[in-house]
């Protein structure tokens, strides 16, 4: 293949790349004979994110969806409790608090940055609110200020869902630290990625030592491989929650470049941005907001056409030519799950106006030889 044929090749929404010393690491996991979980690349890994965010304990998961449901289960949310969520986000959110029997209150969203409007969740909460799920899409944290004087005022519980988040911060603060609990995902659809898994952080003491229970199967293993027990037992309620050994290894080899992946998803992020300011400036579509107080890390770059109609063949278009732009969440409150299992806090109007009119761009680490192709594809179509 030429490299002309390389350019006009299908350019993928996205796409895993290797950092370099996945290979070898994977073949240390091998080597040490120790695959299942808490070995040394898991430890590593802990360390590294532990550091990173200056927090104290992280246990890495086999995915987000575990760390939202191992999140759900340390709350100890239940029949007859409330958590409240917006509905622009993945099913994982909602269904770590429908599995504990507990019901999902969506709420909408802010029409600028996406992100959950806090006065939305003041309207929402009731008695039986017990926690708030707080989503940082896109990268982009969400205003926690607020958020975290409702739930002090109400003495609730926020779950931050950081999955798309690591490397972005609030105010100086690493995302993810904020709440009482965050999550991250490390999907190879993430910055960081592994394949599958994800990680949970504690930022409120009250949750430490139930959560090295819950998180080895309910039982005091930690406590007996540091020699303070003779044998473990189940104490409590737990399930197996963490990663293995080699989704550990290609995770450190990814989370060592994390700083190179920033920076260069960065740089293609802001040439979009700078690429699509005549569409936003002749009404064709808008561009993402970002909050003067807030850091993202150019998780995805994404467009809000002038309905759905326009939207969907927009996206018909650019497959015709080869290049994926998907559109992202369908509402949580307008699916058959929403409807069964949880219950909506109002209409939601800029929820369902974002998913019909939303539509994500490739993005990823090395694309940057076929970013032309895309911006030059975009602004032929749309001005067109």
Not at 257 to 265: L, S, V
Not at 312 to 327: E, H, Q
Request: glycine content about 8%; hydrophobic content about 45%.
């Amino acid at each position: 293949m030429t490299p002309r044929d390389s350019l006009r090749a299908a350019i993928r929404y996205s796409r895993p790349v290797l950092m370099g010393r996945e290979h070898d690491y994977v073949r240390d996991a091998l080597d040490q004979g120790h695959l299942s979980s808490n070995g040394p690349f898991t430890h590593r890994c802990q360390s590294w994110l532990a550091a990173r965010l200056s927090v104290s304990p992280v246990y890495l998961t086999h995915s987000a969806t575990a760390a939202l449901e191992l999140a759900a289960l340390l709350i100890g949310i239940g029949p007859g409790d409330e958590v409240v969520l917006p509905a622009f986000t993945f099913v994982s959110c909602a269904n770590a608090i429908a599995l504990r029997g507990a019901t999902p209150v969506f709420v909408d969203i802010r029409a600028d940055t996406l992100n959950v409007d806090p006065d939305q969740l003041a309207g929402a909460i009731t008695p039986r609110t017990r926690a708030i799920v707080a989503v940082h899409y896109a990268g982009v944290p969400c205003d926690m200020a607020p958020v975290m004087a409702l739930a002090g005022q109400h003495q609730l519980i926020v779950i931050e869902d950081a999955a798309q988040a690591l490397m972005s911060s609030y105010r100086g603060k690493p995302a993810g630290t904020l709440g009482h609990l965050g999550v991250f995902s490390f999907h190879d659809t993430k910055n960081v990625i592994s394949g599958e898994g994800g990680a949970i952080v504690m930022n409120d003491a009250r949750f430490t030592a139930r959560a090295e229970i819950a998180y080895r199967y309910g039982t005091d293993r930690g406590a007996f491989d540091r020699g303070e027990r003779k044998h473990y037992e189940w104490i409590d309620l737990g399930s197996s929650f963490a990663s293995n050994e080699i989704t550990a290894a290609v995770l450190l080899a990814q989370l060592e470049r994390a700083e190179d992946i920033t920076q260069a998803r960065h740089a293609m992020w802001a040439r979009y941005h700078s690429a699509f300011a005549p569409l936003e400036a002749a009404g064709i579509a808008r561009r993402p907001v970002i909050p003067e107080d807030v850091q993202h890390n150019a998780h995805l770059y994404y467009l809000l056409l002038r309905d759905q109609d326009s939207r969907d063949r927009f996206i018909a278009a650019m497959r015709a030519d080869g290049i994926s732009a998907p559109f992202h969440f369908v509402p949580l409150d307008d699916s058959p799950g929403g409807r069964r299992y949880a219950r909506a806090h109002g209409a939601l109007p800029n929820t369902h106006a974002a998913a019909a009119r939303l539509v994500r761009l490739p993005l990823w680490f090395g694309m940057e030889p076929v970013q032309d192709r895309v911006i030059d594809t975009v602004l032929g179509l749309l001005k067109s």
